[in-house]
């Protein structure tokens, strides 16, 4: 049977993701739904959206993360397919599930393979399989403390254990010696079973100083895959990316040895839709780390070197499309930089929620912003503080850095505090120039950046 595109889809988010999707939809001549909660009633996608539904009051747990009440709003409204965004739903294989049971699509992976990339510990022994690179580590689960000990030993100091339905670095504990290992362990399965009511750990080589970098995977339902290179996500804070770079600056041999193992994994994997490989690299050694079934955030500095506007591939994927592009039709051209624009204290990154009192985004040739914010939205307290993505495109890095400040330089915000103070030193710092910096380098460099920040306002 010919695929047919969806003539409507709810969009079960909010925000700038919310928009961004909402974008993609009328550039395709889909119908939008918005779900909201009360706290969005005035949001910018619920204003554009051809309908809305409110779904609950502010709280996630009522609304965003309320499976019923947005399965009853798709039922209400006719659509055909749901879009669950990032965070919230977008990795839930419940509503996945859900969504399927009601004759709709779920733009997103297959609920078995959310369930098999949610835990880790499948998640690797799976990749292990279909070839792609992992850590040294543990056979499975580590049961006891005995087991604990044996394995640091096999395994060798310093040594990392993390949470079998972790991610975001929850549950994680390294011990550098064997006397740390006890109470590592013990750690480890008390945070795992708090925060995600499961006290499953693993445990592998702990690497000191890697770089986080990630590969986006598209795949369509015919079984073709294609891999749209790498970003760097290194510059993080309590796992919370703050800037992100692609591609990242890796030799090509690396990166066409990488993409073909991935690509291979993915097809095998028989995944559908766009993916990410979320990977360590140490000493010119790649190192699998986790599988996102979603659209990311930082899909946007993937989309400005390839020229591949992956929410509409996402869609059309969901639908049953084959890809119109292989492989040889990808190139990397160019170099992009995206900045987090987030609600916070740019030094202490408190939440900074409030009335935004005037907004005025950047513009000029090669800039982008995806933001839902206007002069006049106030910022609610209840979600993450994410008021939108800067994003700079030019065809080196040095230019784009170059664009990227000219570009902090222009946005302006007020009434909230956000993090363009930060972002403007990341922007002029010499290793952030030279490219010299690993998923440690911020928490290093933090006190440093916000002090002569701290300096500035007091001479100012
Ligand atoms: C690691 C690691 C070092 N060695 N695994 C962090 C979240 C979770 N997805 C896995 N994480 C890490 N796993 C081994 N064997 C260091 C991290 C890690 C990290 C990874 C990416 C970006 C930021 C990070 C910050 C701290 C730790």
């Known amino acids: 049977m010919e695929p047919k595109l969806f003539s ?8 700038e ?32 959206a051809d309908e809305s539904v409110c779904i609950g009051p502010a709280p996630s747990r009522d609304s965003y993360l309320n499976m019923r009440a947005i399965m009853s709003a798709a039922e209400i409204t006719g659509a055909d397919a749901i879009h669950p965004g990032v965070g919230f739903l977008s990795e839930n294989s419940d509503f996945a599930r859900m969504t399927q ?20 510990i499948i998640a690797k022994v799976t990749m292990k399989k279909l070839g792609v690179p992992t850590i040294s580590g543990s056979k499975g689960e580590i049961p006891s403390e005995e087991e604990a000990l044996k394995q640091a030993e096999l395994i060798g100091f310093p040594i990392l254990i993390k949470a079998a339905s972790g991610g975001g670095g929850k549950g994680m504990k390294v011990a550098q010696n064997k006397e740390e290992v006890p109470q590592a362990w013990r750690l480890a399965r008390h945070e795992a079973l708090a925060n995600f009511g499961n006290d499953q750990v ?8 890697p770089r986080h970098i990630e590969f986006q995977i598209l795949a369509d339902a015919a079984g073709h895959v294609v891999c749209l290179g790498e970003r760097d996500c ?12 692609a591609p990242a600056l890796l030799p090509e041999r690396l990166r066409k040895k990488m993409e073909s193992t991935l690509i291979r994994a993915t097809q095998k994997l028989g995944y559908v839709g766009v993916g990410t490989f979320e990977m360590l690299l140490e000493d010119g050694q790649f190192y699998f780390m986790e599988m996102n079934t979603r659209l990311q955030v930082e899909h946007t500095v993937t989309e400005m070197i390839t020229g591949v506007d992956l929410v509409k591939e ?15 039709d990808i190139t990397l051209k160019g170099h992009a930089i995206e900045c987090r624009i987030n609600a916070e204290d740019p030094n202490t990154f408190f939440p900074s929620p409030g009335l935004i009192k005037t907004y005025h985004p950047s513009g000029g040739p090669g800039v982008r912003v995806d933001s839902h914010v206007y002069s006049g939205y106030s910022v609610p307290p209840y979600y993450d503080s994410l008021l939108g993505k800067l994003i700079a495109y030019a065809p080196s890095r040095e230019a784009c850095l170059a664009k990227i400040r000219r570009a902090l330089q222009e946005f302006v915000v007020e009434g909230v505090a956000t993090l363009i103070p930060l972002q403007k030193k990341l ?6 120039i030279q490219a010299n910096y690993d998923i440690h380098w911020l928490g290093r460099h933090l006190t440093q950046l916000v002090e002569e920040q701290e300096n500035k306002r007091l001479l100012a």
């Open 8 to 15: 409507k889809v709810l969009i079960a988010n909010r925000g």
């Open 17 to 48: 993701i919310a928009l961004r999707i909402l974008r993609a939809c009328q550039e395709l001549n889909i119908r939008t739904v918005v779900v909201h909660s009360t706290a969005d009633s005035d949001s910018m996608p619920v204003r554009l």
């Open 101 to 120: 049971e009601h004759s709709l699509h779920f733009i997103g992976a297959s609920p078995d393979l959310i369930d098999k990339m949610g835990d880790k």
């Open 202 to 209: 693993y445990m592998e080589r702990y690497l000191q100083a």
């Open 234 to 245: 290194s510059i993080q804070r309590n796992h919370q990316k703050i800037w992100e770079e």
């Open 314 to 328: 996402q869609i059309f994927a969901a639908a049953g499309f084959p890809l119109t592009f292989s492989q040889r």
């Open 427 to 432: 922007a002029d710092h010499p290793d952030i």
